[in-house]
């Protein structure tokens, strides 16, 4: 029996006693420039550069924390065949399963027969469609149970808000099994002590109205949170955790600042992809957007005592953030060149991940930031050096780990898109 996992996320920076994480797989190779826009990557990548690079991430992060695979917890409470079935079961309600009119019958049953390792496999992977009827051998998909490209940000489909996992309800339908897999594994991991928070859909809406996934929601202290409301968070999915907040009539106040975004271009997708907590006095700022936000709007939401308080615009988020004692020096995406900025935000330059106060992982590749980290007063150090056991990282107070990326960034996402951090050390 494993040790229970307490699930606390107050913070950003705590120190991170536990992460989840899905090394990319055959899912990311299972895609061709035709099927590439609707799996919602710009580019397709190249699996083994990008498994060696991702090897960095989880080498460092198993070296300085507990590291759990989604693959293995998965397989784990598939091993139940009442979890099995129930897992099938939700994956159905969301995304019927193509084969019905199959001579081996449903690919559901299909499913149900294979052993707990090769299901977890297929359900990530995909399930290639056998063409055994007229329907399926004219049908343009290769997939009875499509890939799930994007899986290896496995900060989208959940995310540890406090006590709780928040449940992602995706801005695209390719993901939403990302979700349903997150869930069940919280759901029915003896070792996870936490409960799942979802926001419901609306019902009878044609298309997508309440959406939130976890790139846009930052836990900035235990009472604030930050989230993002661009492409793929709604209004509407925001107000939906407002009321949540409010049912709960706590008497301590619960703090909502949310930042609009851009929708265009693609590399705005998250919050995190503009705006990270580096440490208590610090945090990594896209300064177009972030400090200079012209016309998209930041508000800031107070509840307490089981009523909406207070909504109103401020400045930016670093005053929002100022008026609640959290005085932010940025540090800035690309330095101080506008040219430089907009370069190293498309490559997730502001996307970084903490595993400490002061201790974080991002992209090498971005020159400018990591000067100005450099000079924020954080040493750069290699993930090679670290995996190497060549730097004693308690020999220094800040850092900034850095990872090779030349194919995992054109995924579109960084260090913090790739983790999911289940318990940190309270401030």
Not at 6 to 29: A, R, W
Not at 245 to 254: G, I, L, P, V
Not at 398 to 417: D, N
Request: aromatic fraction near 6%; proline fraction near 4%.
């Amino acid at each position: 029996m494993n040790p229970i996992v307490e699930v606390n996320v107050q913070s950003e920076i705590g120190k991170l006693n536990g992460v989840i994480l899905h090394t990319p797989g055959e899912e990311v190779e299972n895609m061709t420039p035709e099927n590439a826009e609707r799996a919602l990557y710009s580019d397709i990548i190249n699996l083994s550069i990008a498994r060696e690079e991702y090897k960095q991430i989880s080498g460092v992060l198993s070296k300085l924390t507990k590291t759990y695979e989604v693959k293995d917890l998965l397989c784990n409470i598939l091993k139940d065949d009442k979890i099995k079935r129930e897992v099938l079961d939700r994956i159905e309600r969301i995304e019927p399963f193509i084969g019905e009119e199959s001579p081996k019958g449903s690919l559901k049953e299909q499913l149900l027969e294979e052993n707990a390792e090769d299901l977890s496999r297929l359900l990530i992977e995909g399930v290639e469609m056998v063409k055994d009827n007229l329907t399926k051998f004219l049908s343009k998909d290769w997939y009875a149970l499509r890939p799930m490209h994007n899986f290896f940000f496995t900060r989208d489909a959940s995310m540890s808000m406090y006590n709780e996992v928040l449940i992602g309800r995706m801005a695209n339908s390719i993901r939403d099994r990302e979700s349903v897999i997150m869930q069940s594994i919280f759901d029915f991991t003896p070792e996870f002590n936490t409960k799942t928070l979802t926001i419901p859909p609306v019902a009878g809406a044609s298309h997508r109205i309440r959406t939130i996934e976890g790139g846009d929601v930052l836990i900035a202290r235990d009472d604030i949170l930050v989230i993002g409301n661009g492409a793929r968070t709604s209004t509407q999915a925001i107000d939906m955790l407002i009321c949540e907040f409010m049912r709960r009539k706590s008497e301590k106040a619960q703090h909502i600042i949310v930042q609009q975004l851009p929708h265009a271009p693609e590399s705005f997708i998250h919050l995190d992809m503009v705006f990270t907590l580096l440490d208590r006095d610090k945090c990594m700022a896209f300064e177009p957007l972030i400090l200079n936000p012209g016309g998209y709007q930041t508000v800031h939401i107070k509840i307490q005592n089981g009523k909406l308080q207070s909504i109103r615009s401020e400045k930016n988020l670093l005053s929002a953030l100022k008026k609640l004692g959290m005085d932010l020096e940025p540090v800035l995406c690309g330095g101080t060149d506008d040219w430089n900025q907009e370069r190293e935000q498309w490559h997730s330059g502001a996307n970084f991940f903490a595993v400490g106060p002061g201790q974080v992982l991002g992209y090498a590749r971005n020159n400018y930031t990591m000067e100005a980290m450099n000079n924020a007063g954080f040493e750069i150090i290699k993930a090679h050096d670290v995996l190497a056991d060549k730097v004693q990282l308690d020999q220094y107070n800040k850092y900034v780990i850095t990872i090779e990326g030349s194919e995992l960034p054109r995924g579109g996402g960084g260090a913090r898109c790739m983790t999911m951090p289940i318990n940190r050390t309270n401030l």
